[in-house]
């Protein structure tokens, strides 16, 4: 649906007072951001950039809005000339303006037409769509990859489920059979049987 002009400018805002931060150490929190960069901004907002289909102890993205694109550039400038520290420790964070590209979530510029045609070989343009297609193809299996890792990980974990209640369940008849053991031991199965005129075989 494509956003009103009002929408697209405000997300335009948006962008212009949002931060790029990299290499951010996987413990790192929101609060731990908020916590660095209260001194020089106020924090609007954090958004980290989930990597699914990377290991969970590389480094992580995220996205900080503040709340003057004036500050967005002093703190750029800040990083790229200091450490910046976090929990009170230098860490080599990189920081740069965000751009719409980066959103996931950021609207359809209003008025925008897509023209579409087939390109020669020979057209400068012809190697950037083929890159395009590529980069396509390349999302594509990726989006794949995490389908089929998500999927067998909920198989995995009902089976966790399955097999720890069939270990409860042998459990519980083990505790059974432990019992009628013990009365056929100790004789008390027979006395019961005399007691209620009932037969109890010997084995």
Not at 1 to 21: D, G, H, I, L, P
Not at 37 to 51: R, S
Not at 120 to 136: G, R, Y
Request: with cysteine; aromatic share 8%.
């Amino acid at each position: 649906m494509e956003s009103s002009a009002e929408e697209y400018s405000a997300f335009e805002q948006k962008v212009s007072r949002t931060v790029y931060f990299d290499n951010l150490s996987p413990q790192v929190t929101e609060s731990v951001i908020r916590t660095a960069l209260d001194q020089f901004a106020t924090v609007k907002n954090v958004k980290f950039i989930p990597n699914y289909i990377g290991p969970s102890n590389l480094p992580q993205c995220a996205l900080v809005e503040l709340d003057s694109a004036k500050k967005v550039k002093e703190i750029v400038s800040m990083v790229g000339q200091y450490s910046f520290m976090m929990s009170g420790m230098p860490r080599p964070v990189r920081a740069q303006p965000a751009v719409m590209e980066m959103f996931d979530d950021r609207p359809i510029k209003p008025n925008r037409k897509i023209k579409v045609r087939w390109l020669k070989p020979s057209e400068p343009d012809f190697e950037v769509a083929k890159e395009l297609k590529n980069l396509t193809r390349k999302h594509a299996a990726e989006i794949e990859f995490v389908r089929k890792v998500s999927s067998f990980l909920l198989q995995l974990d009902e089976e966790e489920k399955l097999a720890k209640q069939q270990e409860e369940t042998l459990k519980v008849h083990y505790k059974k059979f432990k019992m009628i053991d013990g009365i056929m031991a100790d004789k008390t199965a027979h006395r019961l049987a005399r007691k209620y005129n009932l037969h109890v075989a010997d084995e």
